[in-house]
């Protein structure tokens, strides 16, 4: 199981985000549930609280150890957020996303995301992603991640530019521990930290 904070901080306004994700196998990897909340504050006005939480289904179509692994997720979007105060859509909406990670070389790994958002009264939007990302060391990676998102056909886009490494911490028990910090477009700062570990111990039936 998983558990994963991600927090973006932009460098040119009091504007933030938070997200706590927490990953549950469902009687197998294969089969993943898992929950986001977040949390973030706006800009002018300026507001504080909670966004509009997620739940989660993830299937793993290919594993990760193949060349091509491929893992569709679903998610449900709940209004958790005050829409009057610009936290949430007022709105349950669902989500999908299809990643894709391709094995270039034992040193090279490339993920390719796209996805479609739907809420009632608000326009679709759109997303991709790509990134490569370079194992330096078995436990130390440089990475770069392009991504594209587009609402109401067109009327809204961003294109961001995401350069970053990640470090993972290992422990005997089976825990890793995975830190991370990118600059997307320099524009911002992303804080990542992951903690993995066995949903049981590697003894238990």
């Known amino acids: 199981m998983q558990h994963i904070s991600a927090w973006q901080r932009s460098l040119r306004s009091a504007a933030w985000s938070f997200t706590f994700t927490q990953e549950w196998p469902v009687g197998t990897q294969t089969h993943q ?6 949390v973030q504050r706006t ?16 299937y793993q179509l290919r594993g990760a150890e193949e060349r091509v692994a491929i893992a569709p997720r679903l998610s449900m979007l ?8 610009g936290l949430g859509t007022g709105h349950v909406g669902v989500q999908l996303n299809i990643p894709v990670s391709v094995s270039l070389a034992p ?10 958002s739907a809420v009632p009264q608000t326009p679709a939007t759109y997303n ?31 294109l961001v530019v995401n350069p970053g490494i990640r470090w993972a911490h290992n ?3 089976g825990l890793q521990i995975v830190p991370g ?16 570990h066995r949903f049981k111990p590697a003894d238990s039936p």
Do not use: C
């Open 33 to 38: 549930f898992s929950y986001t909340i977040p």
């Open 43 to 58: 800009e002018s006005p300026s507001h504080t609280g909670f966004g509009d939480a997620a739940l989660n289904y993830r």
């Open 78 to 85: 709940l209004p958790t957020g005050s829409s009057a105060r």
């Open 107 to 116: 040193w090279l790994v490339s993920h390719w995301n796209a996805g479609i």
């Open 128 to 158: 991709l992603g790509a990134s490569a990302i370079w194992l330096a060391r078995p436990t130390f990676n440089v990475m770069v991640e392009v991504t594209w998102l587009e609402q109401g056909g067109g009327e809204a886009h961003d």
């Open 171 to 173: 422990f005997t028990s």
């Open 181 to 196: 910090v990118a600059f997307p477009d320099g524009k911002s700062v992303f804080l990542y930290l992951s903690f993995e």
